[in-house]
């Protein structure tokens, strides 16, 4: 099943990524989750993957037996989760928790061009799925940020497109 990750910064003032629209897609399943992150631009990528990943994880019943292919334009993030690149001090905890999914879910992180990211799309861009399968978006309120910094400053949302 793929996945698709951003982030991208909301802020007027490019040189100041403090307003960061974090985003995830799961075209098959319908699911389009949006919110914003206060931090810098590589943070947030890695806390838009780790909603990501809860979200796989919070919903067994519906990627259990699945190949999970999670993909992202950002190749700094993926990189890094994929080891191929250092990271820096301020980033190795998310890094650490991303590599903790990966031998928990056992999902893929690949590069793919920023034009084919589903998750930097509107939501009128996004395929309609009729969802019959019961989903848990109850983790995502809990802040994966908590710890690290400030937290989202808006509530999860569902859409079954």
Not at 2 to 12: E, G, H, L, P
Not at 14 to 28: E, G
């Amino acid at each position: 099943m793929r996945c698709y990750f951003s982030a991208k910064s909301d802020s007027k003032d490019k040189s100041k990524n403090d307003r960061v629209l974090i985003s995830f897609v799961i075209p098959d399943l319908g699911v389009l989750f949006r919110t914003h992150y206060k931090g810098e631009l590589d943070e947030c990528s890695y806390i838009s993957l780790l909603k990501l990943l809860k979200f796989i994880e919070s919903n067994p019943r519906v990627f259990e037996g699945q190949k999970v292919q999670i993909l992202s334009h950002d190749p700094k993030i993926v990189y890094q989760v994929n080891q191929k690149t250092p990271i820096s001090e301020r980033l190795e905890k998310l890094q650490g928790l991303a590599l903790l999914y990966k031998e928990k879910l056992g999902y893929s992180l690949n590069w793919i061009p920023l034009n084919e990211n589903r998750a930097e799309k509107g939501v009128s861009d996004q395929r309609q799925v009729k969802n019959q399968i019961p989903l848990n978006f109850g983790e995502l309120d809990a802040s994966i940020k908590s710890g690290i910094g400030e937290g989202s400053n808006s509530k999860p949302t569902r859409s079954n497109l």
